[in-house]
Nanobody
Framework: QVRLVESGGDSVQAGGSLRLSCGTS????????MAWFRQGPEKEREGVAR???????DYGESVKGRFTISQDNAKKFLYLQMNMLKPEDSGMYYC???????????????????WGQGTQVTVSS
């Protein structure tokens, strides 16, 4: 079992930047895919970015060119650098482990894999 704890959420002005962190513990060596998801007010949960054990990276269409996902060398931390933030980026951001492979990653259901408790991002215009 993998345990995940997110941090770094805050309130910022549009155009600003934030860096989210996700600390991992437990059976992380079994994890082949890690991802960030988000859910805004009255919105469906959305896949933001994922990275797999081969280093392959994918982003949701709405964040391409603005967000960057990364891991430390020990793969104990997952990061999400968010630049040029927009009000529509507001929401609860979740780190998760064991996302579905390939192009299906963004469809990973909430009852699959391991999820953190979330960190709130609020972007004001």
């Amino acid at each position: 079992q993998v345990r995940l704890v997110e941090s770094g959420g805050d309130s910022v002005q549009a155009g600003g930047s934030l860096r989210l962190s996700c600390g991992t513990s437990g059976d992380t060596y079994k994890t082949h895919c890690m991802a960030w998801f988000r859910q805004g007010p009255e919105k469906e949960r959305e896949g933001v970015a994922r990275i797999d054990s081969n280093g392959e990276i994918d982003y949701g269409e709405s964040v391409k060119g603005r967000f960057t996902i990364s891991q430390d060398n020990a793969k104990k931390f997952l990061y999400l650098q968010m630049n040029m933030l927009k009000p529509e980026d507001s929401g609860m951001y979740y780190c998760m482990a064991d996302c579905w492979p390939g192009s299906s990653w963004s469809k990973t259901p909430f009852n699959f894999g391991s999820w953190g408790q979330g960190t709130q991002v609020t972007v004001s215009s």
